[in-house]
């Protein structure tokens, strides 16, 4: 939990968020168990207000810069302003299945 923990205190510190969720999603992929390599992260913040999405994705990128250089192999991010957090009624849509398979498999 080392790298999660990691992320979500960068992204707390950077973003002041209303909302932050950083969910570790590598069990869901063909990782050893244990594995902190596939997250999601779920930010809603004021400073958000008036980005373009991908804006909001560079700014959560260049946060995260060496975790995505070292640890993380995959990263699925919902950026939110407050408001827009308010109209979802289900919150952020949930990640897709693995597709992927393992070199192992061929």
Known sequence: MIVQQRI????????SPLQLEV????????????????FKVVVVSAQFEG????????????VLANELANDIHALAMHTYTESEWQNLFDGAPDSPACRGGSKFDQ
């Not at 980005?51 to 260049?62: G, K, W």
């Open 51 to 62: 980005m373009r999405l991908i804006a909001r994705h560079r700014a959560v990128n260049a």
């Open 8 to 15: 979500k205190e960068k992204l707390e510190q950077a973003f």
């Open 23 to 38: 969910v570790n999603e590598s069990y869901m992929h063909n990782v050893p168990a244990g594995s902190e390599s596939h």
